[in-house]
């Protein structure tokens, strides 16, 4: 309604209201009603406008919509990188798409664990092509009123558009981030018409890309659980190019640090091939917080750049947390050492070279912690590697026993790790029931398969510390005094004090 209109209506209505109330008339009840009706007017507004906002908001570069990110931002993801620059050829040569009569690609979801780049890619993917760029979050569009999230769906659509075409731009990029809350099966919510509705949006506007359009819009989405989504979005001609976004290999996180450090003064001693062989595991996400982290110490120790044992002590905190100034009982502070010694102990004994790092300084929740290298990163591992990885995780509380006669609460997650890693082999067909079948597995077959693999590592890793029995005490002695010791240190130390080198006493 404008302004004049409503201006006059205003005025109409209060002028009614004043003649009937001089009339005698009782306004109480319709007074009441205009007043909730003006709460639930206001409070739509309000549920609107943040709905609009928070979709506006993921917008970058204040108008200029493309987002500065490029694919040189993006380590490592190779393949995933290549799979779409093939794809986005839609966006950049829609002229030859159209010659040739080819469907235009519609939607491409990226898959894989938190953290690893899918967001830095759709950017890197948006920039590559010029798009304009708009994203939002699944859970963005669950509301509890039906209707509400299939217009936000709308609303994102014919945002991108008219970006696109206020910036004369021939195509624009819709990312939706944790796309399995919005679009997950249907049926399946309690509240499932708002959630089957939001998802039957979703479709319509997928369905109604073609090749003419004025903006080719192509829809990304992110997932960490494809498994979770609606068949009917992963259909041919929907969201039908999957690109697997994986955990970055050695070579990748060396790139991802190289990134992330490239702002950043580096002392001389900073080896970054060192630091992508500590960190096995990390995800992009957890190397960008570790550059970060590793020139917050420096900043506190100010120091001209950041040196390798800032990157190093940066390791440590990003897998366990900060550093607690919790004073142990003298008691449980031997014992400690006594365990993580244990733990460090068996590790160089089966696997020389395998420690990174071994300390007692609480962090987190641990109250030590033995950080071990992979040889490179195993995509198989072998039967005797995964009793091997068993033992190392019982080796703490066995150590504890050799050491004191009874066990503590301490080893309660190195059980569990143990208790997944035969769990693993059963069901990969290594334990004396064979070959498996997951789903026809009782509980107490499966209970008893992987404890009996877990007894027997745990015999062998008892005979393997009291043949070493001495050196035990020792090591948990100098790691008392030391709180912590690298991987070398602990080598040269072991080399000394077991008068041969381990390694050679295991071969
Ligand atoms: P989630 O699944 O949790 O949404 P994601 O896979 O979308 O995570 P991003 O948001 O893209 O992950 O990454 C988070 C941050 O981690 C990025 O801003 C970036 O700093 C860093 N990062 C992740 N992967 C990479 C990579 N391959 N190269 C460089 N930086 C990366």
Redesign the pocket.
């Known amino acids: 309604m404008s302004e004049p209109l409503k201006a006059v209506a205003v005025g109409t209505g209060l002028g009614v209201l004043l003649f009937l109330a001089t009339n005698g008339v009782n306004l109480a009840p319709l007074l009441l009603l205009l007043a909730v009706a003006g709460v639930v007017a206001v409070s739509g507004g309000i549920r609107q406008m943040t709905g609009r906002t928070r979709i506006g908001a993921t917008l970058r570069g204040g108008g200029a919509s493309v987002p500065t990110v490029c694919f040189d931002?993006?380590?490592?993801?190779r393949a995933a990188k290549q799979e779409l620059m093939e794809a986005l050829d839609f966006l950049l040569h829609p002229d030859d798409i159209r010659r040739l009569g080819i469907r235009p690609l519609k939607g491409i979801l990226f898959t894989?664990p938190?953290?690893?780049?899918?967001?830095?890619l759709a950017k890197a993917a948006a920039n590559y092509t010029q798009s304009a760029f708009v994203a939002a979050s699944g859970s963005e569009f669950i509301e509890m009123y039906a209707g509400v999230g299939a217009q936000r769906v709308r609303q994102l659509f014919a945002q991108a558009r008219s970006l696109a075409r206020r910036e004369g731009r021939g195509s624009a990029i819709v990312f939706i981030?944790e796309i399995e809350v919005m679009a997950g099966r249907r049926g399946q919510h309690t509240s499932h018409l708002e959630y089957d509705q939001t998802l039957n949006q979703l479709l319509v506007e997928l369905d109604g890309i073609t090749s003419d359009d004025e903006v080719r819009v192509l829809l990304m989405a992110?997932t960490?659980r494809a498994d979770l989504l609606d068949p009917a979005l992963l259909r041919p001609g929907r969201l039908d190019r999957i690109v697997q976004?994986d955990l970055?290999d050695r070579e990748a996180r060396r790139q991802?640090l190289a990134?992330?450090t490239r702002h950043k003064p580096l002392a001389p001693d900073v080896d970054l091939d060192a630091l992508a062989r500590e960190t096995f595991g990390f995800?992009?996400?957890h190397l960008?917080s570790l550059c970060n982290e590793a020139a917050i110490l420096a900043h506190r120790r100010r120091l001209e750049a950041i040196g390798q044992r800032e990157f190093l002590e940066a390791v440590d905190k990003v897998l366990l947390g900060e550093r607690i100034d919790r004073t142990l009982r003298q008691q449980d502070r031997r014992r400690v050492a006594v365990h993580e010694g244990g733990h460090a102990l068996v590790s160089e004994l089966v696997r020389p070279g395998s420690v990174a790092s071994v300390t007692i300084v609480p962090r987190g929740s641990a109250l030590g912690f033995v950080r071990q290298t992979p040889d490179d990163d195993p995509l198989l591992q072998t039967v005797t590697e995964l009793r091997q990885e068993i033992m190392v995780c019982l080796a703490g509380s066995a150590a504890e026993h050799l050491a004191f006669g009874e066990r503590s609460t301490g080893a309660a997650n190195d059980f569990e790790k143990a208790w997944q890693i035969a769990r693993r082999m059963v069901l990969a067909g290594l334990s004396k029931l064979g070959v498996v079948q997951e789903e026809a597995l009782t509980p107490a077959q499966l209970y008893e398969a992987v404890t009996g693999i877990l007894q027997e590592a745990e015999q062998a890793t008892k005979a393997l510390l009291e043949a070493h029995r001495g050196l035990l005490e020792r090591l948990a002695g100098r790691l008392a005094d030391a709180e912590t010791l690298d991987g070398s240190t602990l080598r040269e130390w072991l080399a000394e004090h077991s008068g041969r080198r381990v390694a050679e006493q295991v071969g």
């Open positions: 931002d993006v380590g490592g993801q894989g938190p953290g690893t780049g899918k967001t830095l981030d992110a960490n976004v970055p991802i990134i992330h995800s992009g996400a960008e």
